[in-house]
């Protein structure tokens, strides 16, 4: 969508434009046309340029139009058809949090959740994670801060974030209209930092339970947390002791042993597990001879980690009995149900979102067509079914 | 925005400039505006994985077709190059903010380096007939340049090479300041480096007294070339750094107030993925 006129010419170019998210939201409040209305009033600008931000031409069709199309594609993918209705796609994927289905969006690659909307039904999600939340605004890392890998991506964002208040407060109100449940993730370099976030979050509308990102390899410190069993017990103990809500501890495939910071979580209260963040990668740029990116290294994720994924999430399902969410390199319904098998109560879709806008509900539609094809009464049923200590075969 | 299967009309080869890929898409075609982008997938695979962003060089609401110039930068890059008509091509967009002309502009003053043409030709092709157009493109040599036989008639142009194989030997910096005194509005994409030498030329007008020629650098727009990831605005891999804080360039541009970007803190890329 074009941006919209400036109101005064010493505005700048694009401050006086809102965010597509929240145009979305006002076009669905039919606010959309009076507000253009508004707009063109104030500078003199014909409703057709308020609305495209193009002088109006001559005899061509009035790109108002466009406006209001884009309001009813919005609709309608929000009435469109769910496949997956009817089929029981329901999981627990933390003590105490059972979602409708078991995929949700992977924090740093799905945004607040309201950015998406825009282009597809975010409300057939399981739960969407939003992008790691730290106490105070952070500006994040010197670019580049992303670089391609053979069927992967290497990055190292640095947690940009507004901080938790501004996240409350700025999304709290949009996600309550998203139709979605929302799991914060949660960063920081101190005990302290994550309590406050969480506590700063508590009360947010549509927030069902927190994710603590300990892992995140981006960060001075961050590597501490979830290298330590101790220290990743710690933190999720002192979370646990300010919130009611499900706490998930989010696992990073760089700890020496994987495995016993599981247990060591599972042991100081953690409600369920998330398998896994991104694994420490590098790419040279040859002609200037440095790294890429601007910290040096960064954090790899695509379908190259899927199988390091896989196997933290077998291993790790068989060491713990809270659930575990998979996640690492998942594009389709197919990579999912590999995952379910290996001991995951769900998955998180992440960089195949980026390839693929809909990649996150074609898992959904996957699963459910397996579901059904198979004769199964729940998905339920799956999980778990390769890992050795049940043994149950597949039917075919 | 939206998601779209376009389908490519036509593949030409422009010297060194890379691929000018015609592609049938009555979507996008009918919500972009200058200065925007389309995100294009390399294939229906997962490697190469990321989305190539390409700037509009051409709007043809009436035909539905876009026009971008694809550089053959690394396998998706080659790709997407590569396709030929017939080929389907998944499109996600428009993305990102416009140019935006006033009204009553009577001048419109436009700068080109290298790729950055594809914004510029939009504007040209949009503006001609309504006010004054003057192009200036600049290449690294003749190669680099966009045809001119491809702009509307009644635009003027100005060349600039750096190898003096074409045009003005040096940099399109070197020809601006006497067109800024016909200028009423300037608008300008290319590489950072150039950006960056607009910046400088702003700054010094900022801080000298009011001349002909300050007022279209003091509130030029420029569009902004980088790396991105999602290009829907939430991985923040695309930022720089402007007076408001960080930006998108995905979202908040890739057009911006020249005045806003803060070209110190360092030079973003130049398009496509190394
Ligand atoms: C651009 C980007 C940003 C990310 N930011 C975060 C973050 O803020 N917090 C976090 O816990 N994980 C973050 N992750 C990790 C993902 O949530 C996910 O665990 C990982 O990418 C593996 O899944 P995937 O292969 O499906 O992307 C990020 C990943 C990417 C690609
Ligand atoms: S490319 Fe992801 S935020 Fe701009």
Redesign the pocket.
Known sequence: MPWRRPRRREERAYESRESPEERLERASEAEEERDTVELAALDGASIVEAATGEPEADGSAPSLVIDASRIDEARAARDAARPEEGVDLSVEVARGLRLRNPVLA????FGQGTEYAELIDVSRLGAVVN??TTRNPRPGNPQYRIAETPAG?L?S?G?ENPGAEEVARTYGPRWAKLGVPVVV?V?GYSVDDYVFVVETMLGTPAVVAF?L?V??PNVKGGMLFGCDPLLAAEVTRAVKQVTDLPVIV?LTPNAPDVVAVARAVEEAGADGLTA???VLGMRIDVARRRPILGTGSG?L??PA?RPIALHLTYQVAQAVSIPVIG????TSARDALEFLMAGASAV?????TFADPEAPLRVVEGLAAYVRAQGLASIRELIGAALPARGAPLAE | MILEEGRVVANTAIGELGALLQVHAPGVAGRAAAGQFVHVRPGRGWDPLLRRPYSFNRIDRRAGDIEVIVKPLGTGGEWIAERGPGDALDLLGPLGSAFVVRRDTRNLLLVAGGTGIAPMRVLAEREAARRNVTLVMGGRSVAHLWPSERLPASVEYVTTTEDGSFGVRGRVTDVLPRLLVWADQLMACGPWPMLAALGRMRDDAARGPTVPGRAPLLEAQVAVEQHM?CAMGV?R?CVIVTAQGNARVCREGPVFALADVRFEAGEPATVGLP
């Open positions: 992977a924090s740093g690659t992008k790691g991506i990055n964002i947690l993730n960063a994710e990102n892992s995140c989010k896994i963040n991104t954090g994720s695509g980690i996640a690492g390199g998942v998180q879709v992440g960089t195949a | 990831g991985c891999a």
